[in-house]
């Protein structure tokens, strides 16, 4: 069986980071406190978190994996888990001294608070390959200023208000980092140029094979697999860049499709709903409609 170091509570492992334990449902952590590290010498290492991470790590100590791709990793990025996550560290399997901060939480605290209504729209805990966040040095210095807010609060002692002031400060920084993925996803417009063409070409791709009749109609999730990127960071940036969905970009296209067979061949509607991967013609026809203004019919007629 594959060996995983597990972290179940957040006590665990503030012990492990050499961290003192000021409230049973979140830290904040500063690395350079905790002992070398050799994970004894092996070259790969998997971790468990039965919590929300956000990692600040000023130094590279090892390539981080999730699933099957790298994060795209460097110096002073910010890096995201969601609970029940399990990351990948490969070391050259030397002792190094970790350095860098994390804020861990579990999901426990913010129970009953907005934050809890509000934590599934922080996309980024789902992002997993070529998608942390980098920071300017003036995003770096908010980040560390809304860390030591949040200790500063721990340190004060838990009473009757510690739960809503705790949540509140985790929201402004968790809003913070969304702006400052919004930045990331301007500032990186000619890699997502290259994203946005690689997309079209897997669509095109898809519909001159033979997937529509294996598979069925294109989803987002196997977009994003097929470019190795997280359904999530995939629709976020196909949003920013057009205005629109991936769903919605995907259906544009499968009515782009659609007009040509239509228009190109005599095939019946129903026909060409079974090759574009619809299981029930009446679907693509309901779809036509509500894009074109016209049933697929009609707009061969006025052709």
């Known amino acids: ?132 966040l980098h920071l300017s040095e003036r995003e770096r210095q908010i980040i560390l200023d809304s860390f030591s807010k949040i200790k500063s609060e721990l340190e004060i002692g838990i009473d009757k208000h510690s739960k809503k002031l705790i949540a509140s400060n985790i929201e402004l920084f968790l809003n913070y980092c969304d702006r400052f993925y919004d930045r990331q996803f301007i500032t990186r417009e000619n890699v997502n140029k290259g994203v946005l063409e690689k997309f079209e070409d897997v669509l095109n791709h898809y519909f001159t094979s033979e997937k529509p009749n294996t598979i069925g109609l294109p989803s987002v999730a196997f977009c994003a697999d097929e470019l190795h990127l997280s359904a999530n960071y995939f629709g976020d940036l196909i949003k920013k860049e057009t205005g629109k969905s991936a769903q919605e970009y995907i259906q544009n296209k499968i009515i782009d499709v659609a007009k040509n067979q239509i228009l190109s061949n005599n095939k019946t509607v129903n026909e060409i709903a079974y090759e574009l991967g619809f299981k029930y013609p009446q679907h693509f026809s309901r779809l036509f409609k509500q894009r074109v203004g016209y049933t697929p019919n009609e707009y061969r007629s006025l052709n």
């Open 1 to 132: 069986m594959e060996n995983i170091v597990k972290f179940e509570t957040i006590s665990q492992y503030n012990d492990f980071n050499n961290a003192e334990t000021l409230h049973p449902l979140i830290s904040v952590i500063d690395f350079s406190k905790a002992h070398e590290r050799s994970w004894n010498g092996q070259k790969s290492v998997k971790i468990y978190y039965g919590f929300y991470c956000i990692f600040l790590k000023d130094i590279k100590c090892g390539d981080l994996r999730y699933g099957c791709n790298y994060y795209d990793y460097q110096e002073g990025t910010l890096v995201f888990t969601a609970p029940g996550q399990v990351m990948e560290i490969e070391t050259t399997g030397e002792v190094y001294q970790p350095k860098g901060y994390a804020l861990v939480f579990h999901p426990d605290l913010v129970h009953g608070t907005s934050l809890f209504k509000s934590l599934n729209d922080y996309n980024f805990f789902s992002y997993n390959t070529n998608e942390a």
